[in-house]
């Protein structure tokens, strides 16, 4: 036999052009700025240490030493998150690169999916924006609610199970034979959500049992039979794994920790979560009136670039045309937006300005409007059903805060899937343009972002993690106490009013059931008095102790809404060290007391 050299580099070439040909280019321009925002936002604590987060890491270390969750741990979540997040720590150890890691996971899964359903509904450089615009605003951008540090990991996983449930419907409805295989894998996937967080699968599940029936081209008793599969799958997938936590810590405790009613009034009093039509609509002039001005001068400085470009005497080569156009529209956009802060929106922060698509909570009534008389159907559009999941799905899920989208990083990226769809189908006559117009913004917003995670170079550090935050003196005040906790060898560390982060880098543990203690925890007298009764009987080693203000609740600081709290830590407890804390959004001091 004679070895043929070049017939088998010849066929080397082949696959090597083949499998380049099957490449999605603009998939892969994705991944390179996920891969970019992944190490930029990388252990950045944008959201404070002495918020939620706390919460997230030591409910999952607790479960790991026997705790049950909703007895010995308080959540209003769902438990799927917990337990996975619990499960991670006992493969990889008791680190803060774990979550890290898991928020990194659950960001390019969701990354992959929306940019799926972003091609199906329009092309693959417009879905190469869509994407791009949800990885900064949402996933991975400078926002308090990015998904590698969010104020919720139930939020996450339920985006990821909420994406895989809307692909598992467009599969379904877009094959020949609608194999029932995929409802029961969306109808899982709800369920899953549901068990994430709350909200979500519910939300999910309207949008999937909308998006099977509403001009799906079955018979009546099909489509009755496919609505009670997935009614029966995403019911059990959501209620046996909560049976089984029943029987454990009973029906009545589970019920209270995941809807708890009786707390309703009290976090009404709290100007975060009041909701009211004028709120909404403040909600919705405000940026909207941000994108229209600022839209119009990015257009304007695109257009005025593109002119520029077709005289004769600036011609060159293709790559550097684009390159100058581009560079000379950005320039020409900054000058424009910058101008625009000190003539029509005065009272805007230049951010605001600088990123006319960093709220489009404005859009919610649009898409009602766009759909009421368009109405998409089959067989006129093949994506009707994904369409119509998609806003009932957005709409269902922000109805919670009154369609304002609150928390907007993690309530947000369906409503933008949605308006890079409408957009895409209003303008496909000009849709160069607009796709300048977009790629412009996003590049500001992109390079802003980019600033903003850079501002974060503060380091605190643990044998248990890293992390970085803006801020000096909280950098410092956080080194002291972690330093402080492991010079006394404590082992039981109470934290409040936040910030059990701190027992998750000291590996200690806490002995209170709570986590954050807003006005509303600990909001009557015997309340109080049941949890002091619980400290005393189990009474920590050390207390850290932020005494920092709510001003959302109206309080000025905290023992104004937990006096007894206050009183129990300050008399019958000695202050050791006092850490000050005085150019972070809490000014304040960290004091750290011992038992007396």
């Given at each position: ?32 700025w996920f891969t970019l925002f992944a190490w930029a936002s990388w252990g ?379 957009l895409y189908q209003i303008v496909q006559q000009s849709g160069k343009v ?163």
């Amino acid at each position: 036999m004679v070895y043929n050299a070049k017939s088998e580099i010849s066929k080397v070439k082949k696959h090597l052009l083949k499998v380049s040909s099957q490449l999605d280019p603009w998939l892969v321009a994705v991944l390179g700025w996920f891969t970019l925002f992944a190490w930029a936002s990388w252990g950045k604590m944008l959201n404070q240490p002495i918020r939620d987060f706390g919460r997230e890491v030591e409910i999952s270390a607790r479960l790991l030493r026997g705790e049950l969750l909703y007895r010995d741990l308080q959540t209003y979540y769902g438990p799927l998150p917990y337990y996975a997040n619990a499960l991670a720590l006992f493969l990889f150890g008791h680190h803060l690169k774990v979550f890290y890691l898991v928020g990194l996971v659950l960001a390019l899964l969701t990354t992959l999916l929306f940019y799926r359903l972003a091609k199906r509904l329009t092309s693959g450089h417009w879905a190469a924006l869509c994407t791009l615009c949800m990885l900064i605003y949402c996933a991975l951008g400078a926002s308090p609610l990015n998904f590698i540090v969010p104020y919720s990991y139930g939020s996450v996983y339920a985006i990821v199970f909420c994406f895989l449930a809307l692909n598992f419907l467009d599969y379904y409805t877009s094959s020949k034979g609608k194999q029932v295989g995929w409802l029961v894998a969306a109808a899982i996937a709800c369920g899953l959500a549901g068990l994430a967080k709350q909200e979500y699968g519910v939300a999910a599940f309207g949008g999937v049992l909308v998006g099977v029936n509403l001009y799906s081209p079955q018979n009546l008793r099909t489509r009755v039979w496919r609505s009670i599969i997935i009614i029966l799958v995403a019911g059990i997938c959501a209620f046996l794994p909560l049976t089984l936590l029943a029987t454990q810590v009973s029906w009545e405790t589970l019920y209270l920790s995941l809807f708890p009613s009786p707390k309703f009034s009290i976090l009404s009093q709290s100007t975060i979560f009041q909701n009211s039509p004028a709120k909404t609509f403040s909600a919705w002039y405000s940026p909207f009136k941000a994108f229209f001005f600022s839209s119009a001068i990015v257009l304007a400085s695109v257009i005025a670039a593109h002119l520029i470009s077709k005289l004769t005497w600036v011609k060159s080569s293709r790559w550097f045309m684009s390159l100058t156009e581009a560079s000379v529209s950005v320039g020409f956009s900054l000058l424009g937006l910058t101008g625009l802060k000190s003539s029509v929106l005065k009272y805007y922060s230049l951010e605001s300005i600088y990123q006319p698509l960093a709220d489009l909570s404005w859009s919610l009534p649009v898409f009602v409007g766009w759909f009421t008389f368009r109405q998409p159907r089959l067989p006129q559009d093949k994506n009707a059903p994904l369409l119509w999941a998609l806003l009932v799905f957005s709409l269902l899920l922000n109805a919670r805060w009154g369609f304002r989208i609150f928390a907007y990083g993690l309530y947000a990226p369906s409503v933008i899937l949605l308006f890079f769809t409408l957009l895409y189908q209003i303008v496909q006559q000009s849709g160069k343009v607009i796709g300048r117009y977009l790629l412009i913004c996003l590049l500001i917003a992109g390079g802003l972002q980019l600033h903003e995670l850079s501002q974060y170079r503060y380091e605190v550090n643990s044998s248990y993690g890293t992390f970085y935050t803006k801020y000096p003196s909280l950098s410092h005040a956080f080194q002291e106490t972690i330093s402080a906790i492991k010079k006394d060898g404590a082992s039981s560390v109470l934290v409040l009013p936040e910030s059990s982060f701190l027992n998750f880098l000291t590996a200690t543990h806490s002995p209170s059931r709570e986590f954050i203690f807003f006005p509303s925890v600990l909001s009557t007298a015997e309340e109080e008095q049941e949890f002091l009764k619980r400290m005393q009987a189990n009474a920590p080693e050390l207390i850290v102790y932020l005494p920092r203000s709510f001003s959302e609740w109206s309080y000025k600081n905290y023992a104004e809404f937990n006096p007894l709290v206050d009183r129990w830590i300050t008399q019958q407890h000695r202050l050791v060290h006092t850490f000050p804390v005085n150019d972070s959004m809490d000014q304040g001091e960290i004091r750290l007391y011992a038992r007396n």
